[in-house]
């Protein structure tokens, strides 16, 4: 099968498109799929890098999430069978013609989905579902900043956040990427690269600032964020994409009766799989209703893999970028 493979740490350039074995049986409790569609996560940029907090011995291929068609299921797994279309999460080996991955993190998709949408979904999706559903507890009537809004959890953030009836002020670097936003039901907009967002949120909200903050950016966007955050508020810690981790002065929280809340959505795989289980759902649920609509703005060939994650890494992209993977028979 074709693979795309890490030999050594390095950037997009240093991997190679290549014939390796087959992933064997699968074992007990696993699922092997044949992969049609991989997505592109900033994840996978670091992980080549051996900047990511899991580093594969080499080599190994990148890609976190995967959809495709169940060809064989281990002893004990009763959730899929052969022949069932689905997503999957993978601790690497995505960028592959075959993968195997455990059941638990292998979910049917609505007949209605394609492999590309399935393969962008579960952790843009379910990062946001669950940051903004579980750890912010987000209500009706609520008000929600989303940072990096036109980005892979961005926009996603900016969907669900509309969909359980907040009133949702997305940030985003330029104009373009802010119709990206727009277009996905943004009631406000900021330029963080023309407008403070300090000013433009406390102006938007009348004085009392967001309820909610959405921030995958960090640095200067996280500091911004802290004093615009509304008494009692939830300030989601998603990621650093800005490069700066941002410290916070533990007298803003105390003042302003507010939470700075992290969220590593994967870790949910080990320490709450029926959490993300029931988020699916959810999501699903919201798909089939037309009330999410995945946003998909490059679908390249494996072939293409290395332009793939320079979109990601230039910032040249909005939404997701997914790798199509053509079956071989």
Not at 1 to 7: L, N, Q, T
Not at 172 to 201: C, F, N, P, W
Request: proline letters at 5%; hydrophobic letters at 45%.
């Amino acid at each position: 099968m074709r693979a795309v493979v890490c030999r050594e740490w390095g950037g997009p350039e240093s991997l190679a498109l290549e014939e390796v074995a087959e992933p064997g049986a699968p074992g007990a409790g696993q699922v092997r799929i044949a992969v049609r569609a991989a997505g592109i996560n900033f994840a996978d940029t670091l992980m080549i890098r051996g900047k990511y907090q899991v580093k594969p011995d080499f080599p190994f291929s990148p890609g976190l999430e995967i959809a495709g068609i169940v060809e064989e299921v281990g002893s004990g797994v009763t959730s899929v069978r052969p022949g069932d279309r689905v997503m999957a999460l993978l601790d690497h080996g995505g960028y592959a013609e075959r993968a195997v991955a455990r059941a638990a993190d292998v979910f049917p998709i609505p007949d209605s989905m394609d492999f590309e949408t399935a393969a962008g979904f579960p952790i843009a999706y379910g990062t946001s579902h669950v940051a903004l559903w579980e750890r912010a507890g987000l209500k009706p009537g609520e008000t929600l900043v989303v940072h990096g809004a036109a980005g892979g959890v961005g926009l996603t953030a900016v969907e669900i956040g509309k969909a359980m009836g907040a009133t949702v002020i997305a940030s985003a670097g330029s104009a373009e990427k802010l119709e990206v936003a727009s277009g996905r039901g943004a009631d406000h907009l900021i330029d963080y690269r023309t407008e403070d967002i300090r000013a433009r949120v406390k102006e938007l909200t009348g004085g009392a600032g967001a309820d909610v903050i959405f921030d995958p950016v960090g640095g200067d966007v996280f500091d911004a964020s802290l004093r615009c955050i509304a008494w009692g508020g939830r300030l989601l810690v998603i990621g650093f994409a800005e490069g700066r981790i941002p410290q916070i002065p533990a007298n803003i929280l105390l003042v302003k009766n507010c939470a700075a809340v992290g969220v590593h959505w994967g870790a949910y795989r080990q320490h709450a799989p029926a959490t993300v289980a029931e988020s699916f759902r959810t999501l699903f649920r919201w798909f089939e209703e037309g009330r999410i609509r995945p946003h998909i703005s490059h679908r390249l060939p494996i072939e293409e893999n290395g332009e793939a994650m320079r979109l990601l890494i230039e910032r040249r992209s909005t939404g997701k970028v997914v790798l199509s993977i053509p079956g071989r028979g």
